[in-house]
Protein backbone atom coordinates (compact mmCIF):
# COMPACT_ATOMS: atom_id res chain seq x y z
CA UNK A 1 0.00 0.00 0.00
CA UNK A 2 1.24 3.53 -0.61
CA UNK A 3 0.03 6.20 1.12
CA UNK A 4 -0.40 9.90 -0.29
CA UNK A 5 -0.29 13.31 1.65
CA UNK A 6 -0.81 16.76 -0.42
CA UNK A 7 -0.07 20.08 1.05
CA UNK A 8 0.22 23.85 0.31
CA UNK A 9 -2.47 24.46 -1.07
CA UNK A 10 -4.41 27.93 -0.19
CA UNK A 11 -5.53 31.34 -1.20
CA UNK A 12 -3.53 33.74 -3.57
CA UNK A 13 -4.24 36.43 -6.14
CA UNK A 14 -3.92 36.00 -9.95
CA UNK A 15 -0.33 35.93 -11.32
CA UNK A 16 0.65 34.84 -8.18
CA UNK A 17 2.12 31.70 -6.87
CA UNK A 18 2.18 28.08 -4.95
CA UNK A 19 4.18 24.51 -4.25
CA UNK A 20 1.99 21.92 -3.90
CA UNK A 21 3.82 18.73 -2.18
CA UNK A 22 2.57 15.21 -1.91
CA UNK A 23 4.57 13.15 0.44
CA UNK A 24 4.39 9.21 -0.29
CA UNK A 25 5.05 6.87 2.77
CA UNK A 26 4.49 2.79 2.40
CA UNK A 27 5.35 1.28 -0.54
CA UNK A 28 6.95 4.00 -2.41
CA UNK A 29 9.56 2.05 -3.87
CA UNK A 30 6.80 0.71 -6.00
CA UNK A 31 5.29 4.01 -7.42
CA UNK A 32 6.34 4.45 -11.26
CA UNK A 33 4.67 7.51 -11.80
CA UNK A 34 3.31 10.43 -9.90
CA UNK A 35 0.61 12.70 -11.38
CA UNK A 36 -1.24 15.79 -10.02
CA UNK A 37 -5.47 15.99 -10.81
CA UNK A 38 -7.85 18.45 -10.11
CA UNK A 39 -11.32 18.97 -9.65
CA UNK A 40 -13.25 21.94 -10.01
CA UNK A 41 -16.99 22.50 -9.20
CA UNK A 42 -19.09 21.31 -11.99
CA UNK A 43 -16.13 19.53 -13.72
CA UNK A 44 -14.67 16.76 -14.46
CA UNK A 45 -11.68 15.81 -13.00
CA UNK A 46 -8.18 16.14 -15.07
CA UNK A 47 -4.90 15.72 -15.15
CA UNK A 48 -2.42 18.89 -14.86
CA UNK A 49 0.69 16.74 -15.04
CA UNK A 50 2.81 13.47 -14.32
CA UNK A 51 6.40 12.27 -13.55
CA UNK A 52 7.77 9.15 -13.84
CA UNK A 53 10.71 7.20 -12.27
CA UNK A 54 13.04 8.34 -15.10
CA UNK A 55 11.85 11.75 -14.86
CA UNK A 56 9.95 12.01 -17.70
CA UNK A 57 7.30 14.51 -17.63
CA UNK A 58 3.70 15.27 -18.93
CA UNK A 59 1.74 18.60 -18.70
CA UNK A 60 -1.98 19.23 -19.98
CA UNK A 61 -1.51 22.08 -22.27
CA UNK A 62 -3.48 24.57 -20.07
CA UNK A 63 -0.66 24.88 -17.61
CA UNK A 64 2.49 24.38 -20.20
CA UNK A 65 4.70 27.31 -19.35
CA UNK A 66 3.01 27.94 -15.79
CA UNK A 67 3.56 24.66 -14.05
CA UNK A 68 6.47 22.71 -13.32
CA UNK A 69 6.73 18.95 -11.87
CA UNK A 70 9.61 17.97 -9.56
CA UNK A 71 10.17 14.39 -7.47
CA UNK A 72 12.62 14.37 -4.64
CA UNK A 73 13.35 10.61 -4.71
CA UNK A 74 15.04 11.14 -1.59
CA UNK A 75 11.89 12.56 0.60
CA UNK A 76 9.52 10.34 -1.59
CA UNK A 77 7.94 13.58 -2.13
CA UNK A 78 6.57 15.42 -5.57
CA UNK A 79 6.36 18.52 -6.02
CA UNK A 80 3.92 20.94 -8.26
CA UNK A 81 5.28 24.46 -8.67
CA UNK A 82 2.39 26.80 -10.10
CA UNK A 83 3.41 30.08 -11.20
CA UNK A 84 1.05 32.87 -12.90
CA UNK A 85 -1.64 31.30 -11.21
CA UNK A 86 -5.17 32.28 -13.25
CA UNK A 87 -9.27 32.28 -11.81
CA UNK A 88 -9.25 28.87 -13.60
CA UNK A 89 -6.84 27.10 -11.99
CA UNK A 90 -9.00 27.13 -8.77
CA UNK A 91 -9.83 23.53 -8.17
CA UNK A 92 -9.15 20.59 -5.34
CA UNK A 93 -5.68 19.10 -6.83
CA UNK A 94 -5.22 15.68 -6.10
CA UNK A 95 -1.72 13.58 -5.99
CA UNK A 96 -1.69 10.19 -7.64
CA UNK A 97 0.31 7.37 -7.75
CA UNK A 98 0.25 4.48 -10.45
CA UNK A 99 2.93 1.38 -9.66
CA UNK A 100 2.60 -0.33 -12.71
CA UNK A 101 5.70 0.18 -15.05
CA UNK A 102 3.97 1.81 -18.32
CA UNK A 103 3.42 4.66 -20.05
CA UNK A 104 1.93 8.01 -18.03
CA UNK A 105 -1.48 7.49 -17.83
CA UNK A 106 -3.66 10.05 -18.66
CA UNK A 107 -7.41 8.79 -16.59
CA UNK A 108 -7.93 8.93 -13.17
CA UNK A 109 -8.34 4.69 -13.62
CA UNK A 110 -4.39 4.40 -14.61
CA UNK A 111 -3.73 5.41 -10.81
CA UNK A 112 -3.96 3.04 -7.70
CA UNK A 113 -3.31 5.58 -5.19
CA UNK A 114 -4.88 8.98 -4.31
CA UNK A 115 -4.59 11.28 -1.30
CA UNK A 116 -6.99 13.56 0.32
CA UNK A 117 -6.82 16.78 -1.96
CA UNK A 118 -5.94 20.17 -1.08
CA UNK A 119 -7.79 22.85 -2.19
CA UNK A 120 -6.57 25.78 -4.58
CA UNK A 121 -7.88 29.05 -5.01
CA UNK A 122 -7.06 32.21 -7.19
CA UNK A 123 -9.03 35.11 -6.86
CA UNK A 124 -9.12 37.87 -9.78
Known amino acids: QVQLVESGGGLVQAGGSLRLSCAAS????????TAWFRQAPGKERELVAA???????YYADSVKGRFTISRDNAKNTVYLQMNSLKPEDTAVYYC??????????????????WGQGTQVTVSS
Open 96 to 113: AADPSPRRIGLGGSDYDY
Open 51 to 57: VNWSAIT
Open 26 to 33: GRTFSIYV
